[in-house]
């Protein structure tokens, strides 16, 4: 699924995803395919590639709907963690490790 240029529609280009795990780890292997030319990927602080093409695993560790900690990275490996709050409210709030608070709005029914 995509969220751009249409949310959750199928994916415009081949995408699968392999997950595994063991006592301590998961692991998420991406296989991304897609015209090198196409792929927007910067060189940038981790958290920063929001405007990059990314892959991401939400987790919602509650299982309520509302909360999710998202694991993304852009075609260079550059990564962003941050965990999104679904609630009542009509913004979505993301807390970055170093425990900066950024705000965005949200569309209904999707994660921001």
């Given at each position: 699924?995509?969220?751009?240029?249409?949310d959750?529609?199928?994916s415009?280009v081949?995408t699968?995803?392999?997950?595994?795990?063991?006592?301590?780890?998961l692991y998420?292997?991406f296989i991304?395919?897609?015209?090198?030319?196409?792929v927007?990927?910067n060189?940038?602080?981790?958290?920063?590639i929001?405007?990059?093409d990314?892959?991401g695993?939400?987790?919602?560790t509650?299982?309520?709907?509302?909360?999710?900690?998202?694991?993304?990275?852009?075609?260079?490996g550059i990564q962003a963690?941050?965990r999104?709050?679904?609630?009542?409210?009509?913004?979505?709030?993301?807390?970055?490790?170093?425990?900066?608070?950024?705000g965005?709005s949200?569309?209904?029914g999707?994660w921001?």
């Amino acid at each position: 699924m995509q969220r751009e240029p249409g949310d959750g529609v199928p994916s415009s280009v081949e995408t699968a995803v392999y997950l595994s795990y063991d006592e301590g780890h998961l692991y998420a292997v991406f296989i991304c395919k897609d015209d090198p030319a196409k792929v927007r990927a910067n060189m940038t602080k981790r958290e920063a590639i929001m405007g990059d093409d990314v892959v991401g695993l939400l987790l919602d560790t509650y299982h309520d709907g509302r909360r999710a900690y998202q694991y993304l990275a852009n075609p260079l490996g550059i990564q962003a963690r941050r965990r999104s709050d679904r609630g009542p409210r009509t913004t979505t709030t993301a807390t970055t490790p170093c425990g900066t608070r950024t705000g965005g709005s949200r569309r209904t029914g999707t994660w921001s």
